[in-house]
């Protein structure tokens, strides 16, 4: 159980481009979803704190105009980037905690972008 | 502030013998302890958790942790290393006034050598 799945898991676009990504929980609804941002051998970096219905929470430094969170469901949350730029290059991470959980995050496989 | 330090960035082992990767925290109250395991090119696995109970909690894949209060760490270990077991880990802390956040280490890489 608690699986979380992301969609797509590369994805290679042009600078100026836009790009969508999908997180899932298949097995369970998820009160709330994280998007990550990690570097090479590096840790994670918390991009942002999504609930259902509700507005995400950006961290420091994140600009909420082109990183676009949308939490429409108790399952699904979606990452977009815009006007991709080679420096956005990077893997993100999501993760989701389980309703009625114990505080653990069940985290998606990734997805690698690189803008060309 | 609430946080976790891995001290290492690496730990080398050869195959068969006792592995641990260190993780210190820093916490006010009661911490709730996590580990995690990534692959490369892959997410993150949970391994196992302390949240409140006996001391040692054993987890996934033959792994097991030891919370110490006097030494505010939380040790991860593996009695005996499969070379499988070289990946990234992970410790973290829940933040208790932070949505549910995790505040992670930095990550310490496990390399198994045969």
């Known amino acids: 159980g608690a699986v979380v799945s992301q969609h797509p898991s590369r994805v290679i676009c042009k600078s100026g481009t836009s790009v969508k990504i999908e997180c899932r929980s298949l097995d369970f609804q998820a009160t709330t979803m994280f998007w990550y941002r990690q570097f090479p051998k590096q840790s994670l970096m918390l991009m942002a704190t999504s609930n259902e219905g509700s507005k995400a929470t950006y961290e420091q430094g994140v600009e909420k105009d082109k990183f676009l969170i949308n939490h429409a469901s108790l399952t699904l949350s979606t990452l977009t980037v815009t006007s991709a730029h080679p420096e956005d290059s990077s893997f993100y991470i999501c993760?989701?905690?389980?309703?009625?959980?114990?505080?653990?995050?069940?985290f998606g496989p990734g997805t690698r972008l690189t803008v060309t | 502030a609430q946080s976790v330090a891995q001290p290492e960035d690496q730990v080398n082992v050869a195959e068969g013998n006792p592995l641990t990767v260190k993780c210190t925290y820093s916490v006010s109250g009661n911490p709730y302890l996590f580990w995690y395991v990534q692959y490369p090119n892959r997410g993150l696995q949970f391994l196992l958790k302390?949240?409140?109970?006996?001391?040692l909690v054993k987890g996934s894949y033959g792994f097991e942790a030891e919370f110490n209060k006097s030494q505010t760490s939380f040790h991860l270990k593996k009695p005996s290393a499969l070379v499988s077991d070289s990946a990234l880990y992970f410790c973290?802390?829940?933040?208790?006034?932070?949505?549910?956040?995790?505040?992670f280490g930095a990550g310490t890489q496990v390399v198994v050598t045969p």
């Open positions: 973290a802390v829940f933040l208790t006034d932070s949505w549910g956040k995790l505040q």
């Open positions: 993760s989701a905690t389980h309703q009625g959980g114990t505080y653990e995050q069940y």
């Open positions: 302390y949240i409140t109970g006996d001391n």
